[in-house]
């Protein structure tokens, strides 16, 4: 098809934001709960064969598992669309993050506190890429609740990095913790700009 001059012009900018995080964290949650769109997914059964491989401990209800990504789509208005990528959680898996984080303005690392070292990986990997990302305490019912700054020193987590506590099955709470990405990856880019 071709397209005139003007309407090209029309395409809005895409913006690609990563939602990463370890196994069983909510990623694939945050993504349903917040795009607009019905969101593509991955899933596959946990079945008796991951036995020893996959680990449920603290997630012992969950009964499926992201096998390469899930995505969701935000229009912001006529000029930005998000891409909302969700990334497998488990380690067999990861191969598949560095076609996923290619471009992304930055990444929401959701954290589960009952299985805080999960996103160790995730912190890890942006923190070299230097990506841009925020921390997202997905708040479990039943989960011990800790305080921002015990997180940050459990993670070992830069100051300039923020913690925020969400729930990601709120369309508004994970909307807040898009909101509050951009916010960082902007003042990141302004702190280094020339
Ligand atoms: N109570 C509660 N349950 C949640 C919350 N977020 C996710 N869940 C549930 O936790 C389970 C795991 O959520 P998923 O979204 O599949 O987690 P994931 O991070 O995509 O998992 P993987 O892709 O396997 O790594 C699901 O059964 C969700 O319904 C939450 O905030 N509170
Ligand atoms: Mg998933």
Redesign the pocket.
């Known amino acids: 098809m071709v397209f005139a001059l003007s309407e090209r012009r029309r395409m809005p900018n895409a913006v690609k934001i990563l939602i990463a995080?370890?196994?069983?964290?909510?990623?694939?949650?945050?993504v349903s709960a917040v795009s607009e769109t019905r969101t593509l997914r991955t899933e596959e059964l946990l079945t008796e064969r991951g036995v020893g491989v996959d680990d449920v401990s603290g997630?012992s209800?969950?009964r499926?598992?992201?096998v390469a990504m899930?995505f969701g789509r935000i229009t912001l208005n006529t000029d930005y669309v998000l891409y909302l990528f969700?990334t497998?959680?488990?380690e067999r898996f990861w191969f598949l993050w560095d076609e996923l984080a290619l471009g992304a303005l930055g990444a929401v690392v959701?954290a589960d506190t009952r299985r805080l070292a999960d996103c160790f990986a995730a912190v890890d990997y942006f923190e070299r890429r230097g990506t841009p990302f925020i921390v997202a305490v997905?708040?479990?019912?039943g989960a011990d609740q800790f305080e921002v700054e015990e997180i940050r020193l459990a993670l070992q987590l830069d100051p300039a990095i923020p913690i925020l506590l969400c729930?990601?099955?709120d369309k508004g709470s994970s909307r807040d913790m898009l909101i509050g990405l951009i916010d960082h990856a902007l003042q990141r880019r302004l702190l280094h700009a020339p």
């Open positions: 995080g370890g196994f069983g964290a909510g990623k694939t949650t945050m997630v209800a969950k499926s598992t992201t899930d969700g497998p959680g488990q959701l997905n708040c479990f019912e729930d990601a099955r």
